[in-house]
């Protein structure tokens, strides 16, 4: 039997019959979902940003208290100020 006489592979979709091309295998529903089970996680409702402790990007850029306290210092030390007493 010579490929001209086979008949082609056929399946059934949403749009109606259709004919495959020698040598595609038709779509199963295992494939379909095994397609659906790899592809990412998607939400289900709209998410809301996580602004609180680690991930606040505000609070980062706020000034550190120790930080501070160290830039204080540095300054104090470069330009001491005078003492009410003249010293």
């Known amino acids: 039997m010579s490929a001209h006489d086979e008949k082609p592979e056929t399946e059934e979709t949403g749009a109606g019959m259709q004919t495959l091309m020698r040598g595609v295998a038709p779509i199963t529903s295992r ?13 289900r409702a709209t998410q809301k940003s996580c602004d609180m402790g680690l991930f606040d990007l505000e609070s980062r850029r706020q000034i550190d208290l120790v930080d501070e306290l160290r830039r204080l210092t540095r300054e104090a030390a470069r330009n001491p100020e005078p003492s009410a007493t003249g010293e």
């Open 31 to 43: 494939d379909r979902l095994s397609v659906l089970a790899a592809a990412p996680l998607a939400p």
